[in-house]
């Protein structure tokens, strides 16, 4: 089965009640989520969060570079001697020093703990960045799901609003048919019944719509306006399943993240591992001092390295080791999971597709058979052999059947964005949006190569 086929027929369905008096422009799918794009916190918290994850590197990499400080520092001492007889007034004296100078210290060796905080650091930036295309792909997914929402939810009001008014004329029918003797009571109130049933329903119809359209306007924005379904997105929908669950195991932000973290999780336990091995380190300093009295005591300095070996810590070497290790083995099975999870959504999405499908097909042949029923007993009462019931459990059946296809329709358009998620492949670049894709790539590679304490980073 051509699910793309099927896709555009359900499209079509949804359409037919997208467009408002007086052809006011359309917002589509695409614009809802070019907008939501730009709009959502979420995807800039992510996006933040990226940018603080990348500052780990440069961190990472100051572990081997050179510390340098200067200093000034001054005193000023006195004392005063007991008064005594030939010295009534005591000895008083005070002085006056001040120092300035430069240090250095810089680690020249760590048993390559560093190398491995660097790898550690850059592992977990990657994570981020993939973190932000998993976000992008949920928020997108729900930018559809609110969307479909206000689509499906305007059709249900314009569908109940119009079940309301057919039962409505019924009532004034059968109220005529019993005021010239055709008719009897019983059919009033049978009409009456169903009226008020139907102005129940479209009431909550109209409250429900309410709340997607808030849903939308949190995701979106802005409030929708006239929503029009149609898109092009079914070409990035595979021909079959396996192909859409091995294109989801290389692609997936969430796959992808996952082997991120393994790497990140690998290097860290280098990197407690690194702890058991020597350090070495080298260190100088060159300063000048002033005291008065006494003068200018010229410019000394100092040079030196350091040498260390750890012998015992308390056990915090060891516990270190083993937590990284566990973490490590964490982060795999992590990462089965994510197999797993990625797995089960592209199954679980593309049954909704062949389900959704079937229900389309099955809706539409009820609802024309309704129809078609509708008439025909609609007929048979005015000539008598059926009763005004028959016509509104017909109605009732037409109603049932319409909704069936609204829901089933927007069900399609759902999971097909679904099976894009699934696999991957909804993102703003994979869809063509027209925004700047949001990155923190390029504030990676600035980091990268970060010496300067107050040096500027482009954003």
Request: no cysteine; net charge negative; glycine share 8%.
């Amino acid at each position: 089965m051509d699910f793309r086929v099927n896709l555009v027929a359900s499209i079509l369905a949804l359409g037919l009640a997208a467009t408002s008096v007086g052809g006011a422009q359309a917002q589509s799918i695409s614009q809802a989520l070019t907008i939501a794009y730009d709009h959502a916190p979420e995807l800039q918290a992510a996006l933040l969060e990226a940018k603080a994850s990348a500052e780990n590197i440069a961190l990472a990499n100051a572990g081997m570079r050179p510390r340098i400080g200067a200093s000034v520092g001054g005193t000023y001492a006195w004392s005063a001697g007991q008064a005594t007889q030939g010295n009534p007034n005591g000895n008083f004296t005070d002085s006056t020093s001040y120092t300035a100078g430069l240090s250095y210290e810089q680690t020249i060796f760590d048993n390559h703990k560093t190398d491995a905080q660097i790898e550690a650091a850059r592992a977990g930036a990657e994570a981020a960045e993939h973190q932000i295309r998993n976000t992008e792909q949920n928020v997108l997914l729900a930018v559809v799901q609110a969307y479909m929402s206000v689509l499906s939810g305007r059709q249900l009001v314009a569908l109940r609003q119009e079940n309301v008014n057919f039962f409505q004329a019924q009532l004034q029918s059968a109220q005529d048919r019993l005021d010239v003797g055709e008719g009897t009571r019983i059919d009033v109130a049978q009409a009456e019944a169903r009226l008020a049933q139907g102005q129940a329903t479209y009431r909550a119809a109209v409250s429900s719509l309410e709340i997607s359209q808030a849903t939308f306007q949190r995701y979106v924005g802005v409030a929708p306006q006239n929503l029009d379904s149609s898109h092009n997105y079914g070409r990035l929908v595979p021909a079959s399943l396996q192909a859409a669950i091995s294109e989801a195991e290389v692609g997936h932000p969430a796959i992808l993240l996952s082997k991120a973290a393994i790497r990140a999780a690998q290097a860290s336990t280098d990197a407690a591992q690194a702890a058991f091995g020597p350090s070495a380190s080298v260190n100088g300093s060159v300063g000048t001092g002033f005291s008065n009295p006494g003068g200018s005591q010229g410019l000394s300095g100092r040079l030196g390295f350091t040498i260390t070996v750890p012998l015992y810590s308390g056990g915090a070497l060891g516990a270190g080791v083993r937590k990284a290790n566990i973490e490590q083995i964490k982060s795999e099975v992590d990462a089965m999971s994510a197999y797993d999870q990625i797995r089960e959504a592209v199954i679980s999405a593309w049954a909704g597709m062949q389900s959704a499908d079937a229900q389309i097909s099955a809706a539409n042949s009820a609802v024309s058979a309704g129809r078609t029923v509708l008439d025909g007993v609609i007929q048979e009462r005015d000539l008598g052999t059926r009763t005004t019931l028959d016509v509104l459990n017909s109605q009732a059946e037409l109603t049932t059947a319409r909704e069936g296809l609204i829901n089933a329709s927007t069900n399609k358009v759902i999971a097909t964005f679904s099976l894009l998620s699934a696999m991957g492949r909804l993102t703003a670049a994979d869809l063509g949006l027209a925004v700047e894709i949001k990155s923190a790539v390029r504030y990676n590679q600035a980091v990268e190569d970060v010496w300067q304490e107050l040096r500027t980073v482009a954003e």
